[in-house]
């Protein structure tokens, strides 16, 4: 992988928010993740580039809604690609846009959006002689200012969703 998880994550979200005295209502909150463009791409030892393929249309849901990744209580991502083995392929290059949705569901009702951020990683690395790979290159959001919002978040496929094909024409 391009990053494994080891105790420390690569994103950590945080926000809170309260009700005025007056008002009473129950419920929880939840957050929804979108990659809005994953990007996958190998380079085999023939130089022929292959491309991960998401089956379905963008943008997609990172894994499941809501959100289940927590690390001491707050939602957090720590994005990565695994790797091939061996040493069929030389060069990988990923990249994920994503936004992140904190969402309130109040009981008895649908979950409405109140904060949402947009953040991003990429990176690439390169296979030593199919016995390590080494990342050449990394690139990430720093400290993502989140903002109000209205907007619902939605997807048309799961992150999930991929078949590696060869690309044709493709730099």
């Known amino acids: 992988m391009f990053n494994s998880y080891f105790g420390t994550p690569g994103i950590i979200f945080s926000n809170t928010f309260s009700f005025a005295n007056s008002f009473s209502c129950s419920g929880t909150v939840e957050w929804t993740q979108v990659d809005n463009n994953p990007v996958e791409k190998f380079c085999d030892?023939?130089?022929?580039?292959?491309?991960?393929?998401?089956n379905g249309s963008g943008p997609y849901l990172d894994?499941?809604?809501p959100y289940a990744q927590f690390f001491q209580g707050n939602p957090v991502d720590t994005p990565g690609t695994q790797l091939p083995n061996g040493n069929e392929y030389k060069q990988g290059i990923c990249s994920d846009i994503f936004?992140?949705?904190m969402?309130?569901?109040?009981?008895?009702?649908?979950?409405?959006?109140?904060r949402a951020v947009n953040w991003s990683w990429g990176g690439t690395a390169t296979n030593f002689m199919g016995i390590y790979w080494n990342l050449q290159t990394g690139t990430n959001s720093i400290n993502p200012t989140d903002f109000p919002t209205e907007s619902f978040p939605s997807w048309n496929s799961n992150v999930t969703n991929k078949t590696l094909v060869p690309a044709v024409n493709f730099n």
């Open 63 to 65: 894994t499941t809604n």
């Open 103 to 114: 969402m309130f569901h109040p009981s008895g009702g649908i979950a409405v959006p109140l």
């Open 45 to 54: 030892t023939n130089s022929v580039w292959h491309l991960s393929i998401e």
């Open 99 to 101: 936004e992140m949705w």
